[in-house]
């Protein structure tokens, strides 16, 4: 049995509120970047969206946005890219994204305290 689909211990009116709840749970797990993004996107609001990401850095999720973030392979990522070589442009745009990863990932006092969250490159 899994505890990290247990309920938090929240009202049921924030539970109702999550996004996670509302949309449906197969975009959170899409292989499409933009449908990732939108699910990132969703997740901006969320009250428990640091508990979510800290849950996900702790268990090495292997795919899906957790918290906000993109997880590929028990890693961060700052995109989902699309299948094939990247051009140039993407290359450096996503450099970018992993500063901004990180520094998300800072703010929210996980990149400090846990060993365990890596960037993907």
């Known amino acids: 049995m899994s505890l990290a689909l247990?309920?938090?211990?929240?009202?049921?009116?924030?539970?109702?509120n999550l996004p996670c709840r509302k949309f449906?749970?197969?975009?959170?797990?899409?292989d499409s970047p933009a449908e990732l993004e939108l699910a990132k996107s969703l997740c901006g609001d969320c009250p428990l969206r640091v508990e979510c990401l800290a849950g996900a850095v702790e268990r090495s999720e292997p795919w899906g946005v957790w918290g906000?973030?993109?997880?590929?392979r028990g890693?961060?990522?700052p995109r989902k890219r699309p299948r094939g070589r990247p051009r140039k442009e993407d290359l450096?745009?996503?450099?970018?994204?992993?500063v901004e990863?990180?520094?998300?990932?800072?703010?929210?006092?996980?990149?400090?305290?846990?060993?365990?969250?890596?960037?993907?490159?």
């Open 75 to 77: 890693a961060v990522v």
């Open 68 to 72: 906000g973030e993109i997880f590929e």
């Open 101 to 121: 990863a990180e520094a998300r990932l800072a703010a929210s006092g996980l990149s400090e305290s846990r060993n365990s969250v890596r960037l993907a490159a």
């Open 6 to 16: 247990a309920p938090l211990d929240v009202s049921v009116e924030v539970e109702a």
């Open 24 to 30: 449906d749970p197969d975009l959170w797990f899409s």
């Open 92 to 98: 450096a745009r996503d450099a970018q994204l992993r």
